[in-house]
């Protein structure tokens, strides 16, 4: 059974770089797309990222130019690195375990988020 | 990006009773590979990181009991809980996995008349 912890600062001031880790335990670390989103608090979930076991990442263009995620498969986890941080960035924010199925043809047929971590509260405040 | 929009914003009914909550998408979410809709039905309880409900539309995850159910394809969804039980109180999300980002709707919160 899967289990995602994460950890890292939860109290920034404007203009500081969060920074999170998320540690994966059991299971396979290679065959999945390693996810961060985030959630304002009584808001809705907004997707950040994703990072695949080679390091190959994607992220949503509205953070990107601030955003870095890294893999260390060594130690199977995976980092978020969001710089110049505002109050607009105050949310919950979780990592997440994407799953897919490799259909007859090798593709990979995503399902969506099946893990999750517990969730970390970040607040940025002067 | 798609734009996800789900109806309505909460949603009260009586135990036992049925819950449907709407989910649209401002593109088709139909895809040939695989032929599938990429469609994923969440719910979050208060306190609590998001559980996987539905995928591919209308594909239950293990363990998911049998009174939530999805339908839908193109760009309307529907997620319908048959007969309402207390531990169905939650806010339900849909996401699509289209293309990126990976867009949620904003939420449906059900909770009991």
């Known amino acids: 059974q899967v289990q995602l912890q994460q950890w890292g600062a939860g109290l920034l001031k404007p203009s500081q770089t969060l920074y999170l880790t998320c540690a994966v335990y059991g299971g396979s670390f290679s065959d999945y797309y390693w996810t961060w989103v985030r959630q304002p608090l009584g808001k809705g979930l907004e997707w950040i990222g994703e990072?695949?076991?080679?390091?190959?990442?994607t992220y949503n263009p509205a953070l990107e130019s601030r955003l870095t995620m890294s893999v260390d498969t060594s130690t199977n986890e995976i980092t978020l690195s969001l710089h110049s941080v505002t109050a607009a960035d105050t949310a919950v924010y979780f990592c997440?375990?994407?799953?897919?199925?490799?259909?007859?043809?090798?593709?990979?047929?995503?399902?969506?988020?099946?893990?999750w971590g517990q969730g970390t509260v970040v607040t940025v405040s002067s | 990006d798609i734009v996800m929009t789900q109806s309505p914003d909460s949603l009260s009914v009586s135990l036992g009773e049925r819950a449907t909550v709407t989910c649209k998408s401002s593109q088709s979410l139909y895809h040939g590979l695989g032929e599938k809709n990429y469609l994923v039905w969440y719910q979050q309880q208060p306190g609590q990181p998001p559980k996987p409900l539905i995928y591919?539309?209308?594909t239950r995850n293990s363990g998911v009991p049998d009174r939530f159910s999805g339908s839908g394809s193109g760009t309307h969804f529907t997620l319908t809980i048959s007969s309402l039980q207390p531990e169905d109180v939650a806010v339900y999300f849909c996401q699509q996995y289209l293309s990126t980002p990976f867009t949620f709707g904003p939420g449906t919160k059900v909770d009991i008349k």
């Open positions: 990072i695949n076991h080679s390091g190959s990442t």
């Open positions: 591919w539309a209308s």
């Open positions: 997440a375990r994407g799953t897919y199925f490799r259909d007859t043809r090798g593709y990979n047929l995503r399902v969506g988020l099946d893990s």
